[in-house]
């Protein structure tokens, strides 16, 4: 009953109100009223039938001063409905009332642009572009959709799908017809006749910043919205490719071109070409094989400051009717203690006198040639001024050795009487091997008794320091050795491409080669010794490819002292490990070069014949070894191509905080009866151009040396 007040207070105010101007007008009086009761009402009044959601609550307001047109009664409460967030869905005939949240998910009209829906409906509607990208266009239009409504971009199809108020539609068509317009921009061509495009272009790059010119590095930043030109140097035709984003730009950039392209002045076809990466000297020999078609003499590619030009006289070469005379010349030029040479190239061209001067103290070429021939030699110079990229090669040497050996036997010797040295002996072990029972008694007569490793128990019946001769002596050894070995090696090092790279890490050893004793005729006795690296060795030249793949010409050698060999004493041996090879890899690719898995069991016995077969009793004459060793041996290998210098700058990064991680990782105990060492730290980053910061130095400590000076490390 008291639900339906505010519906019969609404029909009553409704009766009451003053007389319709027509039959089809109404006069609204809603205050306060129920929203369940008021949608009835409405229903009651438009013939709608309307299902509400439970979650449809509230009140609303609705007051028309003046008769309305029943035709307008459903708009108006679709704006209340939204002012209370609730919005309408219709379908079948019905009118649901749910949350406007869930709107977008229900059935709704589904339109095209230029739809004649307005009003406070939930439509969706289906936007084809045709100019703009419809997923840059999401974040402009998003701020204006309802926060409860939503937009999506189709990539494959460029179209914007737009859920929201139909009202709100046509205000986002509209913004939408503004946006997506045909481009103004004019992409045109321009023949050049007498100079470079390439010089053309870095001109314009100088003079017209917002204009973008592939090739120049780096490009000049401009101010956020400002339209962007772009000129691309065509080398092949001497033309610049203009895309110009306004009339102004095409105007200006037209104007400028036709300025620059004028015939060189006479005398005036001295040109110099500032290189950016590659060498001048290098680069001369590569013109001026090009020219003359002979070998540059550049095979070799060599990490030295000095390259000797090949020159060549006399004679000349005949091609395409022209006759082409060489004469090269070379001049040292000293460099900072270093010694390069400036090449200079002269050559004979249809009458004209081309030459190539390269300048190895500003890396620049100086080129004396009629304007045809410098744009063709620029063009060359161009394409083959380019940064190269860098390699960066992790390897790592996997080593894990398992070893076990045992040893069990008994020697003995039997003699008597003072002038008898002995009747019989049984030395089992190896000549060699410590624990043999002749080097034994030798030591002991010597008077320098040795003790064998293993476990010895020992039989003496007389003591030979005193002269007297052993009568019987008798040993039994014992030994059971094993041993493991776990060893990870990760040289790594960063080189220019086709650049071969070494990093060697270990100790240069003597090694005896030969002697001389002292003789009559040589008084003077000598010994030759040569020095020779030993650790880990790794030799890389890489060699990256346009797709992105490395050939990598590799050296890997881990080479180190062994002990385990008897010389005689003839110096010290050493083991080596080492691999050659060149392999094709893609970038960042993990590839095993090679390894080796060896499994040696060796079983080895001494025994007096006869004696030693006897069951039981053959154990006293019987010396047995046995000797596993078990070896894995892994190389692996993983390059990374640096191209630019970000990519340099992260992995220095990231290679500088492990180092910090491990050196903050090693502390120094405080001791109580020992002075307490100063914390030696890394900076948190690693410094920015310039001068390395040095922090403050700390107050002096006694006995602790002065650790203001500037230094990569801070000492605190």
Known sequence: MIRLRPLVLALALFAAGPAPAADDEVTLNFVNADLESTIKAVGMITGRNFVLDPRVKGTVNIVSTQPVKKSQVYP????????????????????????????????????????????????????????????????????????????????????????????NIQRLNRVIESIDQAPSLDVFPVTLKYASAVDVAQTLARLLPEVNVQGVNPPTPIPEGVRRSAVVADIRSNALLVRAETAVHAQQIRRLVETLDQPGAAGGNIHVIYLRNAEAVKLANTLKGILTGQDSGNASSGSGLSSTPTSSSGGGVTTGGNTLNLSATGASTSTGGATAQSVATSVQLGGATVMIQADPMTNSLIITA?????????????????????????????????????????????????????????????????NNLANIANSIIAGTPTVPS???????????????????????????????????????????????????????????????????SNPNPFTTVEREDIGITLKVKPQVSEGGSITLSVYQEVSNIDNTVQTDGAGIATSKRAIESRVLVDDGQILVLGGLIEDRLSNGQSRVPGLGDIPGLGQLFRYESRDWQKTNLMIFLRPYILRDGKASEALSNSRYQYLKTQQEGFQIPDHLLLPTLPKVHLPANLPAPGPFPVDPAPAATPGVPDASAPAAAVVQ
């Open 454 to 520: 293993g476990f010895n128990i020992g039989v003496l019946n007389a003591n030979p320091l005193k002269g007297e001769t052993p009568t019987l002596g008798v040993l039994a050894t014992a030994l059971q050795r094993s041993g493991n070995a776990n060893i990870l090696s990760t040289p790594n090092l960063i080189t220019l491409d086709n650049e071969e790279a070494k990093i060697m890490v270990g100790q240069n050893i003597p090694i005896i080669t030969g002697t001389q004793s002292s003789t009559g």
């Open 76 to 167: 108006i409460l679709l704006s209340a409905l939204r002012q209370q967030g609730f919005a309408t869905v219709e379908a079948g005939g019905v009118v649901k009332v749910v949350p406007e949240a869930d709107a977008k998910q229900n059935y709704s009209v589904t339109t095209k642009p230029g739809s004649k829906v307005a009003g406070d409906r939930i439509v969706t509607q289906v936007y084809p572009l045709k100019y703009e990208s419809a997923s840059q266009l999401v974040p402009i239009l998003r701020p204006l959709i309802t926060p409860n409504n939503a937009i999506a971009a189709y990539p494959a199809g460029n179209t914007l799908v737009i859920t929201d108020y139909a009202d």
């Open 370 to 434: 009629p304007d045809n021939i410098y744009n063709n030699l620029r063009s060359v110079v161009d394409k083959l001024d380019v940064r190269r990229a860098q390699v960066y090669i992790e390897a790592m040497i996997a080593e894990v050795n398992v070893t076990k050996t045992g040893e069990f036997g008994i020697q003995w010797v039997l003699g008597g009487g003072s002038n008898i040295v002995g009747v019989g002996m049984s030395a089992l072990a190896p000549a060699t091997a410590a």
